[in-house]
């Protein structure tokens, strides 16, 4: 809790958990237009926190300023006061009482299904349409995966419930089954769809898996009319690591067949892919500016999406119609000239 709302400059020492240098933190705060943002939270107990299953903590966040003479940093905590801060999270029943008046739905630790956090942000700036968009475009693999227990319900000020539902989305559809050929053992093989793994790269025995799909009567050959979207001109692979979530869409070339795919990173190689993005989380980046990671995470994001086209270029290949032989193309008036000579 304190890395999601009240350190900064700080990242986790947890490889692959991320802390306070991404811009998940800005995120919620650009979502409240008084920048006012509060979390409760349920877990199972821990051994280095016994007695501990909730936590709720209130923060604001505004630039330091001064009034009259006196200065301030700009933050402040709702929460229980604390000698030498301005406070810390309420636990137990205490942060179940506030969250119960805040409106939250209280949570059972003794639940596994109560087990996540709960965010209130003040005065909203995003409608519920939009964040349902956005929770799918960018975490329908956390969605997809049962085993993860992922859920988002986003509700709002009237009370209305809304569902994430990435398969109903017609976009997402051909991302889920590329993502389903790159993860699940397919029985069959299923015409237009392909599944690869990506061969070693440097120590990195198994980067990850592949999965491709195309659409030969739809998407995959559009019509080339003014208003179609841009991304239905080219072929994109959703980039997948392991907490589930699509970094990147990646463009992968402009020539028909178009090609949907999800490739979906190994663990072994998570951690070097995320020390690769940028401060979004929303690319690999394949140079090093200033130092800042190792070389040969850039190496390896190359050589990934090298093979990731390379391979999205080969079941492009299949797809093309093969010509026809030389012996069997009938040239009429060609024909019809050399019986008059």
Same mark, same amino acid.
């Given at each position: 809790?304190?890395?999601?709302?009240?350190?900064?400059?700080?990242?986790?020492?947890?490889?692959?958990?991320?802390?306070?240098?991404?811009?998940?933190?800005?995120?919620?705060?650009?979502?409240?237009?008084?920048?006012? !943002?509060?979390?409760?939270?349920?877990?199972?107990?821990?051994?280095?926190?016994?007695?501990?299953?909730?936590?709720?903590?209130?923060?604001?966040?505004?630039?330091?300023?001064?009034?009259?003479? /006196?200065?301030?940093?700009?933050?402040?905590?709702?929460?229980?006061?604390?000698?030498?801060?301005?406070?810390?999270?309420?636990?137990?029943?205490?942060?179940?009482?506030?969250?119960?008046?805040?409106?939250?739905?209280?949570?059972?630790?003794?639940?596994?299904?109560?087990?996540?956090?709960?965010?209130?942000?003040?005065?909203?700036?995003?409608?519920?349409?939009?964040? &349902?968009?956005?929770?799918?475009?960018?975490?329908?693999?956390?969605?997809?995966?049962?085993?993860?227990?992922?859920?988002?319900?986003?509700?709002?000020?009237?009370?209305?419930?809304?569902?994430?539902?990435?398969?109903?989305?017609?976009?997402?559809?051909?991302?889920?089954?590329?993502? /389903?050929?790159?993860? !699940?053992?397919?029985?069959?093989?299923?015409?237009?769809?392909?599944?690869?793994?990506?061969?070693?790269?440097?120590?990195?025995?198994?980067?990850?898996?592949?999965?491709?799909?195309?659409?030969?009567?739809?998407?995959?050959?559009?019509?080339?009319?003014?208003?179609?979207?841009?991304?239905?001109?080219?072929?994109?692979?959703?980039?997948?690591?392991?907490?589930?979530? !699509?970094?990147?869409?990646?463009?992968?070339?402009?020539? &028909?067949?178009?090609?949907?795919?999800?490739?979906?990173?190994?663990?072994?190689?998570?951690?070097?892919?995320?020390?690769?993005?940028?401060?979004?989380?929303?690319?690999?980046?394949?140079?090093?500016?200033?130092?800042?990671?190792?070389? /040969?995470?850039? /190496?390896?994001?190359?050589?990934?999406?090298?093979?990731?086209?390379?391979?999205?270029?080969?079941?492009?290949?299949?797809?093309?119609?093969?010509?026809?032989?030389?012996?069997?193309?009938?040239?009429?008036?060609?024909?019809?000239?050399?019986?008059?000579?």
């Amino acid at each position: 809790m304190a890395l999601a709302l009240s350190s900064t400059g700080v990242t986790s020492d947890v490889p692959g958990r991320g802390g306070s240098y991404g811009y998940g933190k800005a995120g919620l705060i650009r979502g409240s237009a008084t920048r006012t !943002v509060l979390a409760y939270t349920c877990f199972a107990e821990r051994f280095d926190d016994p007695g501990i299953t909730r936590r709720l903590l209130g923060m604001t966040y505004w630039d330091t300023h001064t009034v009259g003479k /006196e200065s301030f940093v700009g933050s402040a905590r709702l929460g229980r006061a604390h000698e030498g801060t301005s406070a810390v999270p309420l636990e137990n029943e205490d942060a179940d009482q506030l969250a119960s008046l805040l409106g939250f739905e209280v949570r059972n630790p003794q639940l596994p299904a109560d087990h996540g956090t709960s965010f209130l942000l003040v005065d909203p700036t995003v409608e519920p349409e939009d964040l &349902v968009n956005a929770v799918e475009r960018n975490w329908w693999p956390a969605l997809m995966e049962s085993s993860l227990h992922f859920n988002v319900v986003i509700e709002d000020i009237e009370g209305a419930l809304y569902h994430p539902r990435p398969r109903s989305n017609a976009t997402l559809r051909p991302f889920i089954e590329a993502y /389903e050929a790159a993860t !699940v053992p397919q029985d069959n093989k299923r015409e237009h769809i392909r599944t690869r793994v990506l061969q070693k790269i440097g120590h990195y025995k198994r980067p990850g898996t592949l999965g491709l799909i195309a659409d030969l009567d739809d998407w995959s050959n559009p019509d080339d009319r003014a208003g179609d979207p841009a991304d239905s001109h080219c072929s994109l692979v959703a980039l997948v690591r392991t907490p589930r979530m !699509v970094v990147e869409y990646l463009d992968a070339g402009r020539s &028909v067949p178009y090609i949907r795919g999800c490739f979906v990173a190994d663990e072994s190689v998570n951690e070097a892919l995320r020390q690769t993005e940028p401060k979004g989380h929303d690319s690999w980046q394949t140079r090093v500016a200033s130092g800042d990671f190792d070389p /040969e995470f850039a /190496e390896l994001t190359r050589e990934i999406i090298f093979k990731i086209k390379n391979n999205l270029n080969s079941f492009r290949a299949e797809l093309k119609p093969q010509p026809k032989p030389s012996e069997a193309v009938r040239l009429p008036e060609f024909d019809r000239l050399m019986k008059i000579l």
